[in-house]
């Protein structure tokens, strides 16, 4: 039996001109991340179950990547029949922040304004955009109530976007407190009304008749005809919705009109925007493109999440982009990152000056310069081949005449002129790109 050369379903290899993109994007967002005052936090990528579960993730939770116990007590947990497992890869960043926050926060500024990057893991049906290994870009304020907070998080999240090229980038904007309150309104009873969300939720995603078939189950034709009007009509300014909670309305409202006042127009109030989370208590909100189905990104806010980890209830805010759909989107449209090749790339002439050659690369080094060694000896067209296909500036060789006179053999692999040089020379010399 041959072991498989691919890696599992759902998880994917990079290439080096796959990585280039991906780095190009993440320095792009975190550029912008830190211009806006968010500070760099990194978490471990394993956590402990009950970190991850009853925390309100949930269809998520359904979706965590297990890790077995270890030992004596993995023995000990099969002889009992209990749980097998106490450690679990993250789903979200979100989870994992609040953790962090509930151990750090006596050392850390307030209100705390966090953007965290990294891989999560959701062990769901892999599909075009959606994998089981997946990178979040998340941006958060932590430690204030002020919809200011919500401004702040979707504006460094539309600049991201702006500076990788997509200001066509729709905004919507719900209120998981005023769903609630229009489900109450409606009169769907409380213990149905999580499912309704559930079952509004697919809006986007299944025919609006089945929609309304799983609702009518769930609450009766009554209350379905009354959340046609409100939660499911699609328009922006209706009285029905506003009547729900006109406080809470009215800070959507604000949030959207401050937005636009900030340069961001393509923001709407959506009362049929749910997000899956269950911890999100107040505003939340999706970023959306023509060219693709679902999300580009999206958050809210979720402020008794805290509080779970044994800390005060503090307030906090968030958004994610859906980096692998963004850089669906930079593939799609064309932007093509550079792979940053060496400034030089020092050639071996032979066997006898392999030794000079070493000693070249190592004080062009220790001078700052970017230095690749061909890694072995050959023809020098096979070197020159390889200097050229790692986007090297410029070819170095040190032959029986250089090594003679104390010189370099300096090829241009863009222009092709060659010239003999000094080393100083090459020390002194500007960085110079391929």
């Not at 959606?130 to 702040?152: K, T």
């Not at 719900?174 to 697919?202: F, I, M, S």
């Not at 109030?269 to 107040?282: A, E, F, I, K, Q």
């Amino acid at each position: 039996m041959s072991i498989p050369v691919n890696p599992p379903s759902g998880f994917r290899d990079y290439p080096p001109e796959a990585c280039a993109r991906r780095e190009f994007a993440i320095r792009a967002i975190s550029e912008v991340y830190r211009s806006f005052g968010f500070q760099a936090i990194a978490t471990s990528a394993v956590e402990d179950l009950a970190v991850l579960t009853g925390k309100g993730g949930g269809e998520n939770e359904k979706l965590i990547f297990k890790i077995l116990k270890r030992g004596e007590k993995l023995d000990e947990a099969r002889a009992a029949g209990g749980e097998l497992a106490d450690l679990g890869l993250r789903f979200d960043l979100t989870l994992p922040l609040s953790r962090f926050y509930a151990k750090h926060q006596s050392l850390l500024p307030h209100p705390f304004k966090a953007f965290h990057i990294g891989p999560v893991w959701r062990a769901e049906r892999a599909q075009k955009g959606r994998y089981r290994e997946f990178y979040q870009c998340d941006a958060d304020i932590i430690g204030s109530e002020s919809p200011l907070c919500e401004v702040e998080v979707i504006s460094a999240i539309l600049t991201a976007f702006k500076r990788l090229g997509f200001e066509d980038v729709d905004v919507h904007l719900n209120d998981r407190g005023l769903v609630y309150a229009a489900l109450e309104q409606a009169g769907v009873p409380e213990d149905k009304r999580g499912a309704a969300c559930v079952a509004l939720d697919k809006l986007d995603k299944a025919p609006r008749e089945t929609v309304l078939a799983e609702l009518t189950e769930l609450a009766g034709k009554t209350a379905v005809d009354a959340l046609q009007k409100t939660l499911m009509s699609g328009a922006e300014n209706h009285a029905d919705y506003e009547k729900a909670d006109a406080a809470r309305y009215s800070q959507l409202r604000w949030i959207s009109q401050t937005l636009a006042q900030a340069g961001w127009s393509r923001v709407r109030v959506n009362p049929s925007l749910m997000r899956g989370l269950d911890y999100y208590t107040g505003p939340v909100f999706e970023f959306r493109h023509a060219k693709l189905s679902g999300s580009l990104g999206g958050g809210g806010r979720y402020d008794k999440l805290s509080e779970k980890f044994g800390g005060p209830a503090v307030p906090a805010c968030g958004g994610s982009i859906g980096f692998e759909r963004l850089l669906l989107l930079l593939e799609e449209s064309g932007v093509a990152a550079k792979i940053s090749g060496p400034e030089f790339c020092v050639l071996v002439f032979d066997e006898s000056l392999r030794e000079k050659s070493l000693a070249l690369a190592a004080r062009l080094r220790q001078a700052g310069k970017s230095v690749d060694l061909y890694p072995g000896t050959g023809k020098l067209k096979a070197q020159f081949k390889y200097a050229d296909a790692k986007g090297a500036a410029v070819a170095l060789i040190i032959g029986p005449d250089e090594a003679a006179a104390g010189a370099v053999k300096a090829k241009n692999l863009k222009t092709g002129d060659e010239r003999m040089t000094a080393v100083e020379e090459l020390l002194r010399s500007e960085p110079q790109s391929a």
